[in-house]
């Protein structure tokens, strides 16, 4: 199994609200990460996780909010977003320095 | 500064035929090169993989080329199908203890009827 799932695909969510995104791999991995997509650029590394810990955040605003409850689950929270966070979110993992296999992304509009 | 150079940005191609993209690399330290394609509104899916001592990989109709002295890379793709129609990103892997990835800003091909 070479599959890493996301849930929801689409997510449209006002400004107030609270939501969160799921990311999902039974490979094995124990490295994940969170990447925001804006159309036509190449994706942009938010956070990584290694065995469980968060090991790197590139400078995120914290109105985003990641979570690992164990070496499967990666969840993203979101809470009090602007437009400008409207972008194809996607989940990844690897296997220390191997490929990293990437979800296929929820579409995030944010009201 | 390690970025990533791809070109052309866009390119439109006949069904059935062929078509190279490059890549241009200045990152540091360097660890692999992968190539990935990306649909639309999806995740990328990685087509090949190659390390510094690697000139040539191929999967399928696909086949990456690498010249680390150079620092520059090419996907070929052969035969094309209407199916090839997406962006094609160049990334390269620096090692970190973890896996630092630097996205190229993709090729967007078009495979014409």
Not at chain 1, 34 to 53: N, T
Not at chain 2, 51 to 79: C, P, V
Not at chain 2, 84 to 95: L, P, T, W
Request: net charge positive; hydrophobic share 30%.
């Amino acid at each position: 199994d070479t599959e890493v799932t996301q849930t929801p695909k689409h997510l449209v969510m006002g400004m107030t609200n609270k939501k969160s995104l799921k990311c999902e791999q039974h490979m094995g991995h124990r490295a994940m990460y969170w990447y925001k997509q804006k159309a036509k650029k190449p994706p942009e590394l938010m956070f990584v996780y290694s065995y469980e810990k968060l090991s790197i955040n590139e400078s995120v605003p914290s109105r985003f909010s990641p979570e690992c409850p164990n070496s499967s689950l990666l969840n993203l929270h979101l809470h009090a977003l602007q437009p400008e966070d409207s972008a194809l979110y996607l989940c990844a993992s690897s296997q220390g320095t191997d490929t990293q296999y990437f979800g296929p992304g929820t579409r995030l509009t944010v009201l | 500064k390690n970025q990533v150079e791809q070109s052309p940005q866009s390119l439109i191609i006949l069904e059935g035929k062929n078509c190279t993209l490059q890549c241009n690399y200045t990152v540091s330290p360097f660890s692999n090169l992968r190539w990935y394609k990306q649909d639309t509104g999806r995740g990328p899916v990685s087509l090949t993989i190659m390390t510094f001592s690697e000139n040539t990989k191929s999967n399928g109709r696909y086949t990456a080329t690498l010249d680390a002295d150079t620092k520059q890379s090419s996907l070929h793709i052969t035969a094309s199908q209407l199916s090839d129609s997406a962006s094609y990103i160049c990334v390269v892997s620096q090692v970190t203890g973890f896996q630092k990835l630097v996205f190229g800003t993709g090729t967007r091909l078009l495979v014409s009827p």
